[in-house]
């Protein structure tokens, strides 16, 4: 790993089992990561009917300990985390002071016996994410709280898919089928101690582990020759954009960003108004008061096009009333869909939209997200 | 990656096979393999004209799209119904089943300023990954 200050990548520990195992290697958020391995829709329909292994070690995280660690979180993220029980986890959003998002998190209390929190924050975003919880906390210099990147220290891998409940059980002794849906606890597995926490960004069942970046390393490796059978396979960052878009799930700097409230990007339910004083709060309260002027909605074009891709201006009877915000060829569906900021009257399902892609417009629908659901 | 010794190529690796005044264009093994999965693809109408060195169509993965550029100037004769229809042909065929457009050839002394399959070969090295 090397150093972000001398501007070179970083690289995870896991760098030479990706060049060995083929990946295409492109710079992401500071850091030399796998696009693909086999191919974007093999590794998409991989997760989709399978299992498939993701190398996370670029994903930023925080230690909030202290007797205010609570109080703290509290203040500077959107969700109420007050009614987390030890090892239960919750979805949130960092705001600024316009009521806008400086990024979205995850927040996990620690598992029984262990003290305070941890936040999972992007890759691209940790050290903005730092600073501003840095600056809230002179700002609350009432509570007493510290903060801890360990974001270099700590390695992160997921496994997704149907099957990875299965090849999971396989490399501990840990009952981990029991692990309800964001949750996390510790376990030995391949012999390194981990946390062990259900979630992902697929829309797939499946886990991610937190261990010290050398100990993901015989993590990997133990997943990737227990789940032969199951036809595990690593999945690059290319099939991890489509696997959450159809899953209708938002991605910072696009879905998210300063100057979109949440009640926009449509993540008001990770927003309590009711839970007391946090940055940005009055803000948010008038917007959604107001009703949010734009709406995030998903679309499926319905003639054969290039994809629309971010950017790409969305029109109504060639008025301009929007952009798209993430767009895709999506694997599972066969067709193209997309997520769009637009103008709130007209948001709805069913209703039209045009989509500016490479200077022609075409026709899409508005359609109910996510794109793709699993199964029950 | 390969390219075929019986053909000419571009600097934004297009290929030209070249039979008469008719030459038949396709993207180059090195170009679907740096595009990954294919899933769409625009051509023109026969019919059309293109020039050299500008776009005639548009290749899609689910990365990204990329303009295809004509390597000279020319009246398009036919295209290829089947490869728009199963855009995938471009990543397991791209010098047979995925060629593009026929093109009747303008200027023959276009063909010059192509690159031969050695030089090639060492340009799509040097600018690949």
């Known amino acids: ?376 | 990656m390969s390219a075929p010794e019986n053909l000419k190529y571009t600097k934004t690796h297009e290929w030209i096979l070249v039979d008469g005044d008719v030459g038949t264009v396709g993207i180059t093994d090195h170009a679907q393999q740096e595009l990954g999965d294919v899933t769409y693809l625009e051509l023109p109408d026969t019919g059309e004209s293109v020039a050299a060195g500008e776009p005639f169509g548009v290749v899609e993965s689910v990365k990204a799209a990329t303009d295809i550029y004509a390597p000279l100037d020319g009246e398009v004769v036919e295209r290829n119904d089947g490869a728009v229809e199963t855009p995938e042909v471009i990543n397991t065929s791209p010098y047979e089943g995925a060629w593009l457009i026929k093109v009747r050839i303008a200027d023959p002394s276009q063909l010059d300023s192509l690159m031969d399959p050695a030089e090639y070969s060492s340009f799509a090295e040097g600018a690949g990954h």
């Not at chain 1, 997943?223 to 032969?228: F, R, Y």
């Not at chain 1, 159809?246 to 879905?255: D, K, R, T």
């Not at chain 1, 709805?348 to 045009?354: A, N, R, S, T």
């Open chain 1, 1 to 376: 790993m090397t150093d972000s200050a001398t501007g070179q990548l970083k690289r995870t520990a896991l760098f030479e089992q990706h060049e060995a195992l083929g990946a295409k290697i492109v710079p992401f958020a500071g850091w030399e990561m796998p696009v693909q391995y086999e191919g974007i829709l093999a590794e998409h329909k991989r997760v989709r009917s399978g299992v498939g292994l993701f190398d996370l070690g670029h994903m930023g995280q925080v230690e909030v300990t202290g007797p205010d660690a609570l109080e703290f979180l509290q203040y500077t993220t959107t969700n109420d985390i007050s009614g987390l029980a030890p090892g239960d986890a919750k979805y949130g959003l960092l705001p600024n002071d316009n009521g806008g998002v400086v990024d979205d998190i995850i927040v996990y209390r620690s598992p029984e016996g262990e003290p305070g929190y941890m936040v999972v924050v992007n890759a691209a975003n940790t050290d903005k994410d730092v600073a501003w919880w840095e600056e809230l906390r002179q700002r609350r210099l009432d509570l007493d709280v510290n903060l801890d990147d360990i974001s270099h220290k700590l390695g992160m891998i997921a496994i997704q898919g149907p099957l990875a409940s299965q090849v999971v059980g396989k490399i501990t002794d840990e009952r981990i089928d029991d692990i309800p849906y964001f949750s996390w606890k510790n376990a030995e597995v391949a012999g390194v101690n981990a946390k062990i926490a259900r979630t992902g960004y697929t829309g797939e069942d499946g886990f991610e582990f937190y261990a010290t970046q050398d100990d993901t390393v015989a993590i990997w490796s133990a997943l990737l020759t227990a789940g032969q059978e199951e036809g595990i396979a690593p999945i690059g960052l290319g099939a991890r954009d489509t696997l959450r878009l159809e899953a209708g799930m938002p991605l910072y700097g696009q879905e998210l960003g300063d100057d979109i409230s949440p009640y926009e990007a449509g993540l008001g339910w990770a927003v309590s108004l009711k839970k007391g004083e946090f940055v940005g709060k009055e803000q948010m309260q008038s917007v959604k008061s107001a009703g949010a002027p734009r709406r995030t909605v998903g679309f499926m074009t319905t003639e054969r096009s290039a994809s629309p891709r971010s950017h790409c201006a969305v029109q109504l009877d060639g008025r301009e009333i929007g952009y798209v915000t993430s767009g895709t060829f999506a694997p599972s569906l066969g067709q193209n869909i997309g997520l769009a900021l637009i103008d709130r009257e007209y948001a709805g399902i069913d209703k039209p939209l045009q989509i500016i892609v490479r200077d022609k417009a075409v026709n899409a629908v508005q359609v109910k997200t996510p794109f793709y659901k699993r199964e029950a």
